[in-house]
């Protein structure tokens, strides 16, 4: 079965009993997943219809990767704050739809990125990947959603946000489509299709301007019917640290992305020299919020977001000792993360802080309160990972 299904070099360990084949493969256990098990026909128990979608929902949660989907998340917030800051306008509904925009586009994107490297056969070299920062969902290697689902998924998803940005351009202006435009050709042709853009070496490029500088711009046309320079430049800081989570998620790819052709940052500059790409990266997003505020183009409250410097620096210590292996380079992928999040949620907060003066405080403190709950919530999802990670490195040790 394992030979002709073209996992055989998956196979950790096998057990064959008279009426029951029992094993394990890799992906298995880094999730901590009980053995695959195989009946024969006459054994197999019969699943209700119940079960069957309750696993099919389980499995799409693994595909959308939900976690993640703040990539998305802060730049809508980003926008929508500083257009409140501005303008002083501030409509629910426009920015409920411009967030299941962003979020449905980002998810299409995804499962089309798993979709194309499935094809592509990347994922299935892959095995470096560091879940959950690097090689896909794995929910096509790991049988849980068939190709063609993924495919479908994908697709329904772009129309899905395609609908909301047409409402949003008719309701609002033209400039949606253009942005919306933009997101959808990267998305959609991100690692496949006639551009190919990772491929060619544009992929952080297009991230880092589809998940900050065009997001948050397209957040705050939706509100204000206008364009502005201050979320342009206050986006850069949001874009570069998103470009450094996707940068620093293809180290553990490198030698997966090179074998297929998939020309990325890190591939044409190999590991050693691409961490001082990820070090400039990483400091351009602290000096990009200090010229900011000096040309006075956004207020010097945002000053807030240099708290998470001390975030980038021991990410940068970890991808300079680590860059090689995999396993030990855990703790930067989950501190860029982090250092993104949390850096886009203070600069939101400080467009907000400048708005309401010192009578607000004690809002925006609450909302600082939420704001940290939910960093310190999605810091325990990522160690959590990195913890599995390190265990199955100890055990095979």
Request: aromatic share 12%; glycine share 10%.
């Amino acid at each position: 079965y394992l030979t002709e299904t073209g996992n055989g070099g998956m196979l950790d360990c096998i057990k064959v009993v008279p009426d029951t084949v029992k094993f394990r493969i890799f992906n298995e256990i880094v999730q901590g997943n009980p053995p695959t098990v195989i009946e024969f026909p006459q054994n197999q128990q019969v699943v209700s219809d119940w079960q069957l979608l309750k696993m099919k929902v389980k499995n799409w949660g693994m595909a959308l990767r939900i976690p993640f989907l703040t990539a998305s998340v802060v730049p809508v917030l980003l926008g929508t704050a500083i257009a409140w800051f501005t303008t002083g306008t501030f409509y629910w509904g426009f920015a409920l739809l411009t967030l299941l925009a962003a979020v449905t586009i980002h998810i299409g994107s995804n499962v089309m990125n798993d979709y194309t490297d499935h094809r592509s056969r990347n994922d299935e070299f892959n095995r470096e990947f560091v879940r959950p920062f690097s090689g896909g969902s794995r929910v096509i290697q790991l049988g849980l959603l068939t190709p063609l689902e993924v495919l479908v998924g994908a697709l329904f998803f772009f129309l899905l946000s395609a609908l909301i940005g047409f409402y949003l351009a008719w309701a609002r202006g033209p400039l949606i489509l253009v942005l919306g435009a933009i997101g959808l050709v990267s998305g959609l042709f991100y690692t496949g299709g006639p551009f190919n853009w990772a491929k060619r070496g544009f992929g952080e490029l297009l991230v880092g301007l589809n998940f900050g500088v065009l997001m948050t711009l397209g957040a705050y046309y939706v509100q204000t019917q206008s364009f502005s320079w201050i979320p342009v430049i206050a986006a850069i800081p949001v874009s570069l640290l998103i470009a450094a989570v996707l940068y620093i998620n293809e180290f553990p790819d490198f030698a997966a992305d090179k074998q297929v052709g998939k020309n990325t940052l890190v591939v044409r500059l190999g590991r050693k020299n691409a961490v001082i790409l990820y070090a400039l990266i990483m400091f351009t997003v602290y000096l990009s919020i200090v010229v900011g505020v000096v040309m006075d183009v956004i207020p010097a409250t945002t000053l807030v977001g240099l708290l998470t410097l001390p975030i980038a620096v021991k990410a940068i210590q970890y991808a300079s000792k680590h860059h090689s292996n995999s396993f030990d380079l855990i703790p930067a992928n989950a501190l860029t993360v982090t250092g993104h999040l949390a850096t886009g949620l203070l600069l939101a907060l400080a467009f907000m802080w400048e708005k309401v003066g010192a009578e607000g405080l004690l809002y925006i403190a609450m909302l600082g309160i939420v704001a940290v709950g939910f960093v310190v919530f999605m810091y325990r999802y990522v160690e959590r990972q990195k913890n599995i990670f390190i265990g199955l490195k100890q055990a095979m040790r």
